[in-house]
């Protein structure tokens, strides 16, 4: 299998590039529009044909590149059903499987950092999104993000998967790559609670400045912009 983990410095986002072998199809989750041609570069040196990717939610820190890997290589743009975004070709359902040959990808909705959060469970791992982070987890105070919902994906979902299951987040601020759903459980601050309560007190009161790009990058992931409408 192929997997690649790319990281941009910039939103601090991941990246991730999945195949199951060199000139076989592809897919990419939560790509950063700056870094289309990285993508592009690394396809074509492994020979792979794009054929599906994934945003986890519409983003607020930085633009997705999900349009413009559309546009240049004719990709299907997928993101969950409860999506705000209006350039989706396929919305996928709690439960709902994404394939692609020996790949396959199972949906998830764990909404709380936003109502549109899904993560995405592939077999030993889980692409979690801003749901579940390294030793954090996504703020709840925006795009209509609830600290209840969040409670309830993290805790009876996420938290629910063997504890070996890998975690590839969608942000990490500290350079840790990944964690397991074993480590979080036992060490996340965040998770140390014992109530949906007494999480929203903790998510309620965080006191956070809104993203810098937030006033951007929404509307900018919502319409769908490629890169000559973002620069």
Do not use: W
């Not at 986890?56 to 240049?72: C, M, Y």
């Not at 990709?75 to 439960?95: A, F, P, T, W």
């Amino acid at each position: 299998m192929i997997f690649e983990q790319l990281f941009d410095t910039k939103s601090s986002t991941y990246t991730y590039i999945i195949s199951s072998g060199k000139g076989r199809e592809a897919l990419i989750i939560d790509p950063v529009i700056e870094s289309t041609d990285k993508y592009i570069k690394i396809l074509k040196n492994l020979d792979l044909k794009l054929v599906k990717v994934i945003d986890t939610h519409i983003h607020a820190d930085h633009i997705s590149g999900l349009n413009e890997l559309s546009k240049r290589t004719k990709c299907s743009k997928i993101m969950g059903e409860k999506s705000s975004s209006e350039v989706l070709d396929i919305r996928v359902k709690e439960s709902e499987k994404i394939k692609i040959e020996n790949i396959e990808l199972i949906a998830m909705y764990t909404p709380g950092h936003t109502d549109c959060s899904y993560s995405f469970l592939m077999n030993d791992r889980v692409f979690t999104g801003d749901t579940l982070l390294i030793n954090g987890t996504g703020r709840t105070d925006f795009q209509n993000g609830n600290s209840h919902d969040a409670y309830d994906s993290l805790f009876n979902k996420l938290l629910k998967l063997p504890e070996k299951t890998l975690i590839f987040p969608a942000h990490d601020y500290k350079g840790k790559k990944y964690s397991t759903i074993g480590t979080e459980k036992n060490n996340n601050p965040r998770l140390q609670v014992s109530s949906p309560e007494e999480y929203a007190e903790i998510m309620d009161n965080l006191s956070l400045e809104a993203p810098k790009m937030i006033g951007i990058a929404v509307p900018a992931n919502v319409k769908g912009f490629t890169l000559n409408q973002a620069n």
